[in-house]
């Protein structure tokens, strides 16, 4: 937080949570970088989702333009992301299109 004048201002950011079945993901809206990675038993762990750096939020908001992130929860089969090596692991193109107008990619 900082001030201005006397007033204190929140600098968070707003985040969303990536969900799948390795636990959870919290990631920042704009950047898509990840924030907090949590296991399947909710603890904060070094697992699978470690390997991630960011997810494709510019991807998700071409493919979904009415959707929104910010306070959403999306499965992870529903967005690309790169990994801390560099490698990019796309959106599961079956899985979008199987949910794609019941969901609006959210779960």
């Known amino acids: 937080m900082s001030q201005v004048g ?5 600098l968070e ?16 809206v704009e950047s898509g970088r990840v924030r907090q990675v949590h296991d399947e ?3 904060a762990d070094s697992g699978e989702y470690e390997r991630i750096l960011r997810f494709d939020v510019g991807e998700w908001s071409a493919a979904y333009p009415s959707g929104r992130l910010a306070g959403s929860r999306v499965d992870i089969l529903d967005l690309g992301y790169a990994l801390k090596n560099g490698a990019y692991e796309p959106p599961v193109a ?6 794609r107008n019941t969901s609006i990619g959210k779960i």
């Open 41 to 43: 038993h909710g603890t």
């Open 6 to 10: 006397k007033r204190e201002v929140r």
């Open 94 to 99: 079956e899985w979008r299109a199987e949910h």
């Open 13 to 28: 950011r707003p985040t969303f949570t990536v969900v799948g079945s390795h636990g959870e993901c919290i990631v920042d």
